[in-house]
């Protein structure tokens, strides 16, 4: 596929336990975003990855949320000892990196559920 | 810091009349300018941007939007709207004094009605 995909699209899980989403970007893009969006809400920038740079995490709600991803490739969230209010849709983008290309292209995010 | 304005949460119009969704921006550097839309239950697909040159941009679906630097505005337009343009719309900015972080204003509403 060309597109940004997310898995899962969907998650259920009970208050306290670890989750992990995954983001794989179109090949090739050299930056990548996390973005989580709560019902009805805007998107709220969690974190950022560009190349091997070190990633900008000023987003990142709190210490149980933390990403990882190696090289140009796959990135995973993990959200630990999840609480209700991560309820949300998380969406990943990517983008190409180059000065002429800086547009995002979005994953059609991972609903996450906290009961 | 940059930062994004969609002054209407809602937009409502009747189908065949022109629509105009506004978004206004605050930045420091130059900006970069962005809609996405959103349907539901589904991520956000790209619209248009503005990067430099004209400041008019046209993008898909019909849609344009106009970059106007001394209104600091970026407002999304078309002539004719349809009822399948009803759907969640997001201005973004990136400014390009810092580097590659967007800001997303926090979506408006439209619905077009039959």
């Known amino acids: 596929g060309a597109g940004v995909s997310q898995s899962p699209s969907n998650k259920v899980t009970e208050k306290g336990k670890d989750v992990e989403l995954r983001c794989d970007p179109i090949s090739g893009h050299t930056a990548l975003y996390w973005y989580r969006q709560r019902l009805g809400q805007g998107l709220e920038f969690l974190i950022y990855?560009?190349?091997?740079?070190?990633?900008?995490k000023s987003g990142l709600p709190s210490d149980r949320f933390s990403a990882e991803r190696t090289g140009e490739s796959v990135s995973t969230l993990t959200i630990q000892r999840t609480q209700q209010e991560d309820s949300a849709v998380y969406l990943c983008?990517?983008?190409?990196?180059?000065?002429?290309?800086?547009?995002?292209?979005f994953g059609p995010g991972t609903r996450l559920t906290v009961l | 810091a940059q930062s994004v304005a969609q002054p209407e949460d809602q937009v409502n119009v009747a189908e065949g009349n022109p629509l105009t969704v506004k978004c206004t921006y605050s930045?420091?550097?130059?900006?970069?300018l962005f809609w996405y839309v959103q349907y539901p239950n589904r991520g956000l697909q790209f619209l248009l941007k503005y990067i430099t040159g004209d400041n008019l941009v046209k993008g898909s679906y019909g849609f344009e939007a106009e970059f106007n630097k001394s209104q600091t505005s970026f407002h999304l337009k078309k002539p004719s709207a349809l009822v399948s343009d009803s759907a969640l719309y997001f201005c973004?900015?990136?400014?390009?004094?810092?580097?590659?972080?967007?800001?997303f204003g926090p979506g408006t509403r439209l619905s077009v009605l039959p």
């Open positions: 930045v420091s550097g130059n900006p970069y």
């Open positions: 973004a900015v990136r400014d390009d004094n810092y580097g590659q972080n967007f800001v």
């Open positions: 983008a990517s983008i190409l990196g180059t000065v002429l290309d800086t547009t995002q292209y």
């Open positions: 990855f560009q190349g091997n740079s070190a990633p900008d």
